[in-house]
């Protein structure tokens, strides 16, 4: 047949890699004249038209244009049946079989018909119309020619209705208009654009992605006289990426914090950003204020608390947060927790109770201009069901899809596991502040020997409650005892130690030890704490919380690991009679001493280590101060912060110190308004104490002789000086106690003895002599000659003791006085701190 036959079809044949035909289709027949029978199993040679010898034939293919490329095309001439030549565009394919290790050419070629006829028009038309990608002409002014089928359905309009606008004019949209001015710059230079528009046109529920190209169209001339725009609908891909990006952002978002409030509400914002267009989420609330039950499913109906919404102002939900609402079964979220499951529904008069009509709309579709699309999802984590996230969609939107609930469970499930873990945290920590706060000293009792004020803020929720306390310990001979620590870590177990070095420093306040000797024995304390901690979790391994996936908080990187026991602790010894200072610290940070004048430095004491490292000595320092000076004491949560290092932290404190206040309490709340003007990153824990002087005349002292006859002197100058302070009734007790310990003095002691009397809030009777040996209470047998002295002491007052001395001890015994009010002129006020 003539190549230039009227009728089109492909001629095919299978050529091996000898050169033998092994396939003849009935084109090829038509085309050449050869049957099958008459060509497979021949020399492809046959078909050439040129005239080939013997060899020739055989050689095939070595002659053949493709025999060593992978694919060739071009114009060969064949010899019909008839003699004929006849010239043929071919497309030959070198196929490989592997598994033979064999080839052969596929050679193809497709004959044509020759000039178009009314039926190719036609078909070219239609195919035009009915393209399955959405198509439109412009012309060289930019306005609509000609548009097939898809581009009318994805616009809303017909050919008709949008012929001679512009892209821009038919959908006004940012990105029509850019694409327009993309559709000139093809125009002016020829070159294709590509581009991606994102809009919502009449009528549509969501935005629809289309992938756009504009290729220049081209007369005779060359010239570019129009534009095709093809527009491919990539609207579910678009909507999947989005998706993705949603929950990502969900995945970083939600969870930034250990607070269950804001957790919730961060759920509920993310939801705004593609899912919803609002949101809220509510939580069960326990009958009996215990833990939430486990299992899928609630009995209904259910009371839910109300914990977060957005946006802010919404009407279709009425709750504020905190609010607490019952749900009855048939509501959207009671079935969603009775059955376990998400459920989604068209709710057309929304109200507090989220009651919603019998048709529910899973697959999809626009809702009513009067109604709501909502979906219920439970929120669950770690087997125990938390509450609800509701997502809704006002009018014009469509329903929620498959997609959409897949999206809103994966969000919702990361939110409950960061609110489980809130919630559990917030447990913890409660329980913590509750314990640590059940340690702290709740009020300081009003001391004789110095004023105080003190202020204990608890970390912020990602750092969770810590281990600082402070204390005001009155001490024998009207002294008093200021402590302030810093048990390192957070939690139930640093306050649980925090409480145990609390009361152990208050044992060994009441021995009277010296602040060195007292830090040396909690020292050892914390190291035997440190061992049974060590062996209580050997071989445990733990997760909290889950908080980063791994147990890890990244706010809480430097966290001890378990077992880890230390702390530090300044321990000062106020002596208002002699207005001296004894003062040891193990790590603490320095104190601040404030002059009346105002003059504000650090004391410089011995740093000492911190406790629990032991075989360390610690050093005591004594300092005097000045009548109405001030002492401050704190931990280094009040100067350390992120943003600031601990020298810019004493700066600011030392700042804060001079101002002029007039009370204890106007200085602390200066300094935590300076230093911390946000919640604290750590525990802080502030004392400060102003010392007060005890006036000489409240104190009397008499060195005594060593004989037993100088009792009776003693005796006497005791009821002297009780006579001259109005304390007559005192008389007799007093009398009884100096005449014992100044006996047992003089008996088993040795010299120099001295007895002295302290008028102060209580009556003090202190007797001191040069020996170590420290008397001990027993009680006395029948026919024992003494032994009864101490007994008697200890009945008629209510405290005895000793403390040691640099030369010797100090036994005294203090008498509750008939007027509890003392006499205040027995401590000397010093004036204000700041004030002129």
């Known amino acids: ?342 459920i989604s529904g068209l709710v057309t008069q929304p109200d507090s109770t989220g009651s919603r009509s019998s048709d529910e709309h899973p697959e999809g579709g626009a809702a009513p201009r009067s109604g709501f699309h909502l979906l219920a999802v439970p929120m669950r984590a770690r087997g125990v069901t938390l509450g609800v996230a509701v997502f809704g969609r006002r009018r014009l939107q469509e329903a929620f899809d498959p997609d959409d609930l897949l999206l809103a469970e994966e969000m919702t499930a990361r939110a409950a596991l960061c609110i489980d873990n809130a919630r559990r945290y917030s447990r913890e920590r409660s329980t913590a502040l509750t314990l640590q706060r059940s340690l702290l000293p709740r009020r300081l009792a009003p001391q004789a020997a110095v004023e105080v004020a003190s202020r204990y803020l608890p970390a912020g929720a990602r750092a969770g409650v810590g281990g600082d306390w402070f204390d005001v310990i009155p001490l024998s001979g009207a002294r008093v005892a200021l402590v302030v620590g810093d048990v390192v870590g957070h939690g139930v177990q640093a306050s649980a130690t925090m409480g145990r070095l609390r009361t152990a420093v208050r044992t060994l306040a009441d021995v009277d030890l010296s602040p060195d000797e007292l830090l040396t024995h909690l020292d050892d304390l914390v190291t035997h704490l440190a061992d049974e901690a060590a062996d209580a979790v050997d071989g445990d391994s733990g997760d909290s919380y889950g908080v980063d996936g791994d147990g890890s908080d990244p706010d809480l990187a430097d966290e001890p690991a378990a077992g880890d026991v230390g702390a530090t602790c300044l321990y000062a010894v106020y002596d208002p009679v002699s207005r001296r200072c004894t003062l040891a610290r193990a790590g603490h940070p320095l104190p601040f001493t404030v002059t009346p004048e105002g003059a504000v430095s650090l004391l410089d004491l011995p740093a000492g280590p911190p406790l629990g490292l032991g075989s360390l000595p610690f050093e005591s320092v004594e300092v005097e101060l000045d009548e109405g000076s001030l002492l401050v004491l704190y931990t280094d949560g009040l100067i350390e912060a992120r943003d600031r290092d601990m020298d810019q932290g004493l700066d600011m404190l030392r700042q804060a110190l001079a101002r002029p206040t007039r009370s204890l309490d106007e200085v602390c709340d200066t ?36 004989d037993p006859a100088a009792v009776a002197q003693a005796r006497k100058n005791a009821s002297a000086q009780l006579a001259e302070w109005g304390l007559e009734e005192a008389v007799f007790t007093t009398e009884l106690v100096v005449s014992e310990l100044v006996t047992n003095a003089i008996r088993h002691a040795e010299p120099p003895i001295q007895l002295r009397l302290i008028h102060d809030r209580t009556l003090i009777c202190e007797v001191s002599d040069a020996s170590n040996t420290a008397p001990h209470l027993r009680r006395a047998r029948i026919f024992d000659e003494g032994g009864r002295g101490l007994l008697l002491v200890a009945q008629l007052t209510q405290g005895w003791g000793t403390r040691q001395s640099p030369i010797g001890k100090t036994i005294w015994a203090e008498q509750a006085l008939p007027d509890a009010e003392p006499d205040h002129g027995a401590m000397r006020e010093g004036a204000p701190y700041g004030k002129p």
């Open 1 to 342: 047949m003539e190549n230039d036959t009227a009728i089109g079809y492909t001629a095919t044949a299978v050529i091996d890699a000898r050169g033998t035909v092994t396939s003849w289709g009935a084109e090829a027949h038509r085309l050449l004249g050869y049957t099958a029978a008459e060509v497979v199993g021949r020399s492809a040679a046959l078909l050439l038209a040129e005239d080939l010898s013997e060899p020739e034939l055989l050689s095939l293919a070595d002659r053949v244009p493709w025999a060593d490329q992978v694919r060739w095309h071009g114009t060969v001439r064949l010899r019909h049946r008839d003699g004929r030549t006849v010239e043929a565009g071919v497309l030959v394919h070198h196929r490989l079989f592997y598994s033979q290790g064999e080839s052969d050419w596929l050679v193809v070629s497709p004959v044509a018909g020759g000039t178009s006829s009314p039926e190719d028009r036609e078909f070219l038309e239609r195919a035009f119309a009915q393209q399955s990608c959405a198509i439109a002409i412009y012309d060289s002014d930019r306005r609509l020619r000609r548009a097939n089928e898809e581009m009318e359905r994805a616009l809303g309009l017909t050919q008709a209705e949008m012929r001679g606008l512009r892209v821009s004019e038919i959908v006004p949209h940012p990105d029509l208009e850019a694409t327009d001015k993309a559709m000139r710059e093809v125009l002016e230079t020829g070159s294709p654009q590509h581009r991606e528009n994102v809009f919502r046109t009449p009528g549509q529920g969501r935005h629809q992605a289309w992938a756009v190209s504009l290729a220049p169209m081209r007369d005779a001339d060359g010239e570019v006289n129009a534009v095709c725009l093809s527009a491919h609908d990539e609207t579910r891909q678009y909507w999947a990426r989005q998706r993705l990006q949603l929950l990502n952002e969900a995945s970083a978002t939600i969870g930034s914090t250990l607070d269950v409030v804001r957790t919730a509400q961060e759920l509920a914002d993310v939801a705004l950003r593609g899912l919803a267009d609002f949101a809220c989420v509510e939580m069960l609330t326990p009958r009996d204020g215990g833990e939430p039950t486990s299992g899928s499913r609630t009995v209904t109906p259910v009371e839910l608390r109300h914990l977060a919404h957005a946006p802010e102002s919404c009407p279709e939900i009425p709750s504020t947060v905190d609010d607490l609402t019952t749900y009855p079964e048939d509501s959207l979220q009671g079935e969603c927790l009775a059955t376990g499951r998400t």
């Open 671 to 706: 300094v935590l308004g300076a230093l911390l003007p946000d919640r604290p990153q750590d525990d802080v824990a502030l004392l400060i104490a102003r010392p007060r002087a005890l006036d000489a005349g409240h104190v009397a002292t008499w060195d005594i002789p060593a």
